[in-house]
């Protein structure tokens, strides 16, 4: 049994999110099951029916007669039932948080916060939240789950099994959708990923987000050209920029967070301007002067300039 194979099956199993009886398993999902060793746990289903064990087409209602438990099928009549006939099989949701948490190098004194029924914060990679989900219906129907957790300068990555009826980018530029089948694969007792998210330093391969939506976000809240900005707390869609105004914003960035006069950044803008914040001051720019006033850290009294978020990630 491939590798693959049982990995599809735990990331159905997870998607389910309740014990799957064996006699709905296919006989390569049975074999898929020695694959997946502790990251499955085996349960008994003890609601009084099973499926028939002869032909698997309806579930009877068990009772006790005697030593033994027969079920009365309405195609096969009286059938045998035994212990195996109860068994069934569910994902251990506590070694996939642990697992995938590993693959991504997640610190292990971030904890495990539950968001609510399936959706659980399992931990910060460069100070972008981790959320993993159990399917992706849950977050779509309560997009506020989201919100409790994203940060101003950074991506959440969501982590959910593969939607047929989704498809494309389901969310705002601030929000990296990975895809459970896709993005991760068993390797070994646990997890490995396939292609590490970046987050802070680069939300998207900029291949993607060129291809997909030239404003979603590559360097931190910024586009790949630094000409949109996404900040979910002044608006949900991205802000477009000025050449000028991407130009001061990039140079910021370039300089990794550090506090600088404010000279020095025009210059590396290539504008003869000594303060940033002119280039933002034009009425017709009230949503850029309203993502500089949240993005950028200004020392008015020694003209010193700098953009947090870009603190401890890789340069455009």
């Not at 064996?22 to 499955?40: E, I, N, P, T």
């Not at 003890?46 to 698997?56: M, N």
């Not at 050209?225 to 050449?243: A, H, K, M, N, Y």
Request: charged share 20%.
């Amino acid at each position: 049994m491939s590798v693959h194979a049982a990995w599809l099956l735990a990331c159905r199993l997870f998607e389910s999110g309740v014990p799957v009886r064996s006699g709905l398993l296919s006989q390569a999902d049975r074999a898929a099951l020695k694959s997946l060793g502790k990251a499955v746990k085996r349960v008994a289903a003890g609601d009084g029916t099973v499926l028939c064990p002869y032909c698997s087409n309806h579930r009877v209602q068990v009772l006790s007669m005697g030593d033994g438990r027969i079920g009365r099928c309405p195609e096969c009549g009286p059938v045998e039932v035994g212990a195996d006939d109860f068994e069934a099989w569910q994902i251990d949701d506590d070694w996939m948080q642990r697992s995938l948490r590993r693959a991504l190098e997640i610190q292990s004194h971030d904890g495990i916060d539950q968001l609510a029924d399936g959706v659980w914060r399992i931990g910060d990679i460069r100070k972008a939240p981790v959320v993993l989900a159990r399917d992706i219906m849950r977050i779509l129907k309560v997009p506020g789950l989201l919100d409790r957790v994203r940060v101003a300068c950074g991506t959440t990555q969501l982590i959910t099994p593969t939607a047929s009826d989704v498809q494309g980018v389901p969310f705002g530029a601030s929000v990296q959708w990975l895809r459970l089948q896709e993005r991760f694969i068993l390797y070994g007792d646990g997890i490995s990923a396939i292609g590490q998210p970046e987050c802070s330093s680069t939300s998207l391969s900029v291949d993607l987000a060129a291809s997909v939506d030239p404003t979603l976000p590559v360097y931190g809240p910024f586009s790949e050209d630094f000409r949109w900005v996404t900040t979910p707390e002044i608006q949900g869609s991205p802000i477009r920029l000025t050449p000028m105004q991407a130009a001061i914003f990039k140079a910021l960035w370039q300089l990794k967070g550090k506090s600088v006069p404010g000279q020095r950044v025009m210059q590396a803008a290539g504008s003869t301007s000594t303060k940033p914040g002119d280039l933002f001051k034009h009425p017709n720019h009230a949503l850029a002067r309203r993502a500089f006033d949240v993005l950028v850290e200004v020392n008015n009294r020694e003209g010193l300039y700098a953009l947090p978020c870009a603190r401890n990630v890789s340069t455009a």
